[in-house]
C-alpha cells in the first residue's frame, strides 16, 4: 500500500495568515492526489483533486500543487471558518489511502 | 444536487453483525461507484471496498475480505455495507462516498466527491 504523511500534525495560525500544509507519497502517485477537509463530527468534504484542481464551490483561498511524491495544499488568507482538520488522499492505485491529518487551529 | 443519506448509529455486541445504508439521490445512481470507508476515533479514513451499482461487482479491501459485505438495490438507490463478526476495534463512523472517475491510459482511477452524513457503530460488551 502507498503510505502519505503529512506535516505537520497541528498547526496554530492567526485570521488572515497564509498557511501551508505539505504531503508525502512513499511512492510516486503522479498527480492523482486529493485534499478533503473534516469539520468535527462532520464527513470529509473534497477540496482539491487532481493535486491542483478546485472542487467546484470551494473558496479560491484553497490552493493544491505539487506531483509525483511531494505536494502542498495552501490557504493564502486564513478565515476562522477554517478551523478543521486537512487530509491528503492518493487514488493512483487502490486501496486509496489517507495521510494522517493536519489539525489547523486558529489562534 | 448530490445526496447521500446513511441510516442511524448502531450499537452491537461483539460477535453480532449489522447492515449499514446509504440511499442516494440528486444523479443517476447507476453511473458512479459507491466507497464504504471507516474512521476510528482520532483515526485517518480507512478504505473499506467499493461496489459498481451497474453491475453489483465489489472489491474490498484485503483486511475486511470475509467480514464485510456490499451490495445495492437500485430499484430504491441504495447501497448496503453488512459488517459480521464484529469486535470492538470495528468501533468508528462508517462513511459511504461517490467515486468520481477519471480515464488515465491504463485504467479508471477515482477520487469521493460527495459522502454520506455517515453512521456510528458502537461495538460493546
Known amino acids: 500500500d502507498i503510505q502519505m504523511t503529512q506535516s505537520p500534525s497541528t498547526l496554530s495560525a492567526s485570521v488572515g495568515d497564509r498557511v501551508t500544509i505539505t504531503c508525502r507519497a512513499s511512492?510516486?502517485?503522479?498527480?492523482?492526489l486529493a485534499w478533503y477537509q473534516q469539520k468535527p463530527g462532520k464527513a470529509p468534504k473534497l477540496l482539491i483533486y487532481?493535486?491542483?484542481n478546485l472542487e467546484s464551490g470551494v473558496p479560491s483561498r484553497f490552493g493544491g500543487s505539487g506531483s509525483g511524491t511531494e505536494f502542498t495544499l495552501t490557504i493564502s488568507s486564513l478565515q476562522p471558518d477554517d478551523l478543521a482538520t486537512y487530509y491528503c488522499?492518493?487514488?493512483?492505485?487502490?486501496?486509496?489511502?489517507f495521510g494522517q491529518g493536519t489539525k489547523l487551529e486558529i489562534k | 444536487q448530490v445526496h447521500l443519506v446513511q441510516s442511524g448509529a448502531e450499537v452491537k455486541k461483539p460477535g453480532a453483525s449489522v447492515k449499514v445504508s446509504c440511499q442516494a439521490s440528486g444523479y443517476t445512481f447507476t453511473g458512479y461507484y459507491i466507497y464504504w470507508l471507516r474512521q476510528a476515533p482520532g483515526q485517518r479514513p480507512e478504505w473499506v471496498g467499493r461496489i459498481n451499482p451497474d453491475s453489483g461487482k465489489t472489491h474490498y479491501a484485503q483486511k475486511f475480505q470475509g467480514s464485510a459485505t456490499m451490495t445495492r438495490d437500485t430499484s430504491i438507490t441504495t447501497a448496503y455495507l453488512d459488517l459480521s463478526r464484529l469486535k470492538s476495534d470495528d468501533t468508528a463512523v462508517y462513511f459511504c462516498?461517490?467515486?468520481?472517475?477519471?480515464?488515465?491510459?491504463?485504467?479508471?482511477?477515482?477520487?469521493?466527491?460527495?459522502w454520506g452524513q455517515g453512521t456510528l457503530v458502537t461495538v460493546s460488551s
Open positions: 488522499q492518493q487514488y493512483k492505485s487502490e486501496p486509496y489511502t
Open positions: 462516498a461517490r467515486g468520481r472517475g477519471v480515464r488515465t491510459s491504463a485504467t479508471s482511477v477515482y477520487y469521493y466527491d460527495s
Open positions: 487532481k493535486a491542483s
Open positions: 511512492q510516486t502517485i503522479s498527480s492523482w
